[in-house]
């Protein structure tokens, strides 16, 4: 008998070994593949190999991208910008996701039982799921920021606000810790023997198959298709403003509409990625979930982790985005690390803004912004009107 079979005889379908949102995978923990993951196959002996390597590989690229992230934003000040803030909370998401997630989840996909106690089995896959709900309520948020941005440059919404983007990040966190409490409430550590070895498993163990379903489609609900659509819907109406008032403007008009338009560009890229990475992680799990009782497939165990890669990973990629299409990111890079820089940690020298032409500054008013204000030692904390004017030309 597999592991897989002895697992639901005694747990019933309803029972995976499961973290947050099925990141190890409810068929891959502990071998409960048909004979892929048993000790001693060639199989168990790769996935020790590829796992950790590729595991390592993908926190340490987003650990040092992420940070660099944060660091550039809080040492420019130029740098903080609406969006910029909002950017830096995705940063954080990813920084906490792959900390938590990419460790435990190599951990367990390659020793043989759980050993870190239930307090480590709750509380770090609820947080796993708690960081990957909050990374994509934050894209969800970045798009309706470019939308008001874009579509609605006349109105200053009370989340394009230095305060309203404080409560904004306070209101994702708290929203997404109450989203994910059912990962609280079903995880537990079981013991159980199988032939005759005790092990113990880190389990999520609903009291039927219908709940388990339902609580798949939950989680893809909330953490994959609700944000996903609201982005999409932002980003097409943002494109359908653009085709309608693209005969309308002038060239001043136009040149700002092109600075707000390329960071609206990598948003848009942001999301896509989100989309295309995180697409098979959450199509296997739905696949999981309803299948037949049975064995699992053996090359289903290379799809999961190739799936849990590509989702990994997407904590890895924003930071390139924001260094191949980001002006300000790459300007910031640059002054940064220039040879000779000795500038003060959170100095104003930061990334310097095409000055506006006379034109472009009658553009600006135009479309509801004007033009920026040359006092640097502005404070960040300042009136949300003058903070908005200042630093929406730079959107």
Not at 224 to 247: D, E, N
Request: proline share 4%; aromatic share 12%; with cysteine.
């Amino acid at each position: 008998m597999s592991l897989n079979e002895s697992l639901h005889l005694e747990f019933g379908k309803n029972a995976t070994l499961n973290e947050s949102l099925q990141f190890s995978g409810d068929f891959l923990s502990n071998g409960t593949l048909k004979n892929a993951t048993e000790e001693g196959t060639p199989d168990q002996a790769a996935m020790r190999i590829v796992v950790p390597a590729a595991f390592s590989l993908i926190c340490l690229v987003g650990i040092s991208g992420n940070a660099l992230v944060i660091y550039l934003v809080w040492r420019h000040k130029e740098m903080r910008t609406v969006t910029n803030f909002y950017i830096v909370n995705l940063a954080v998401t990813d920084l906490a996701f792959l900390v938590c997630c990419v460790p435990f989840s190599a951990v367990k996909l390659t020793i043989e039982s759980w050993t870190f106690g239930e307090f480590l089995c709750k509380s770090v896959f609820y947080f796993m799921q708690v960081t990957a709900q909050a990374t994509c309520v934050t894209l969800a948020v970045l798009s309706l920021d470019r939308f008001w941005a874009i579509a609605r440059h006349f109105k200053t919404p009370w989340f394009r606000t230095p305060v309203g983007v404080l409560l904004t990040t306070t209101i994702i966190w708290i929203g997404s810790f109450l989203l994910s409490l059912p990962v609280a409430f079903f995880l537990k550590v079981f013991e159980w023997n199988w032939h005759g070895i005790k092990q113990l498993v880190c389990l999520d163990k609903f009291p039927s198959a219908d709940q388990y379903q339902g609580y798949i489609i939950y989680t893809v609900l909330i953490s994959y298709v609700i944000p996903l659509t609201t982005s999409v819907a932002c980003h097409w109406l943002i494109i359908r403003y653009l085709a309608t008032m693209s005969a309308n403007t002038s060239v001043a008009q136009k040149h700002v509409m092109a600075r707000k338009k390329k960071v609206t560009r990598m948003v848009a890229t942001v999301v896509i990625l989100f989309a295309v990475c995180w697409a098979p992680n959450h199509a296997l799990n739905l696949w999981f979930a309803f299948r037949s009782e049975g064995e699992i497939p053996h090359p289903i165990m290379w799809l999961k982790i190739t799936a849990l890669c590509m989702s990994y990973a997407n904590s890895s990629v924003n930071p390139f985005v924001y260094g191949i299409m980001g002006e300000n990111f790459k300007k910031a890079f640059a002054k940064s690390f220039q040879k000779g820089d000795s500038s003060g940690t959170g100095s104003a020298v930061s990334p310097k803004t095409p000055k506006l032409t006379k034109e472009e500054e009658i553009g600006m008013i135009k479309i509801g912004g004007r033009p920026a204000i040359e006092n640097k030692n502005t404070p960040i904390d300042a009136s949300s009107e003058v903070y908005q004017n200042d630093v929406i030309k730079k959107l």
